[in-house]
C-alpha cells in the first residue's frame, strides 16, 4: 500500500465491484487448503514459504518486458487454480471473497471467471458453475453481498475452445428468455492477450448478444497494440454496436478519437490502479487517471486479483486514488456512483446503494 492507511471515510463508501477475478481472489490460506484436502502438490515446503511467494512483484510480460528472473503473473495465477477442484471448492473460493468483500463494504460485485482453466484439468463444468452458483445465492443471502457474475473467454485459447466453454455454461446464464439459471449476464476477455485482438472472439460477442447477454472486454495497460485493441472493441465488435465496457482501458489517453467515442458511447472503464502502480511510479500513472477524469470519461476503480498484486483490494485501490489522485470526499462519491451506474444490477439493488451513498456524504444530493 506505499505506507497508505485505509482512512474511515474509504471505509465507510459503500463499495461496487466491477473487475475482480474469482481465482485472483484466491488467498494463500485458502490454497494451502485446498492443495492438501485434494492431495494437489505443491512446490512450496510450508506455508511460510507460500506467503513469501506471494510478496514479489511477478513478471508481467516476457514478451514485452524481458525477463527479470520471477514467474509471470498469469503462470502463477493458474498454477493457483489447480488446487480448485470439485464444486465445493469453487463454493469455498467465491463465499472466502465475499466474506472479504462484506468486511470492505462491497455491496454489489461482477466478478469475472472462466470454465477452460479448469475443464482442461479435467474437472467437469458443472462443478465449477455449481459451486459459484451456490455462492452467489448464499453471498447475497448471508452477507448481503449480491452478484452477477461475467463469462471470460481465454484470449489466449484456440477461439473455437472458447465458444464450446460458452455453450456449454449458457444454461447457468441470466438468458433473455428466462430459462437460465441466472449466474451470468455477461461475457468478457481474459489472459494473454498479445497478438489476440478482441475481434477474434466476434461470433462468441454475437452468440452472447442473442441470448441477452452484455459485452466486455479487456483492454491491458501498455499491451501490444493496447490503442487498436479499444478502437476494435468500441466501433467494431458485436457487428458494430461496440462493447458494453472496457476493462484497464487506461491508454485511451493516447488517442483524442478513443477519448471522445467513450465519451459519445457512454462506455466506461473498470480501473484497477494498484495493478499498474507495481510497475508505474506515482508521478506518472495518477496524473493518467485524474486526466480521464477531468476529461469526462466514465471510470471506476477495481482491484483485478488481489492476492497475486500484494493483497491490495478495493479499499486499498481506492484509497490510492483518494490520496494520489486529490479526489474530494464527493469526487469519491462519485467514482462510487460511476460505479453504481455502469453495473448491470436492478434497479433496487442500484437505488439502495445510491441512497447510503447519500447518506454517508451527508446527504449530498450527487444523483438527480
Known sequence: MNGLQITPFITSLPKVELHVHIEGTLTPFLRWKLAHKNNIPLRYPTYEALLGSYRITYNHRRELNGDNGAPTFLETYYEGCQVLCTEDDFYELGMTYFKKAKDMNVRYVEPFFDTQAHTKRGIPVEAVLNGFLRAQYDGAKELGV???WIFCFLRDHPVEEGLEALRSALPWARTKDGKGKGLFHAVGLASNEYDRPPGLFEEGFLLAKEAGLHVTMHCDVD????VEHMREGVFDVGAGAGTDRIDHGLNAIDSPELMAALKEKNIGLTLCPHAYHRRQATEVLFPKIRKLWD???????????????HDVWIDGNMMKVYKYCGFTEPEMGKLVRNAVVMSWADEETKREILVDLERVLGGEKLFS
Open 295 to 309: 476529461e469526462g470519461v466514465q471510470f471506476c476503480i477495481n482491484s483485478d486479483d488481489p492476492t497475486y498484486m
Open 223 to 226: 499491451q501490444k497494440d493496447v
Open 146 to 148: 449480491k452478484s452477477n
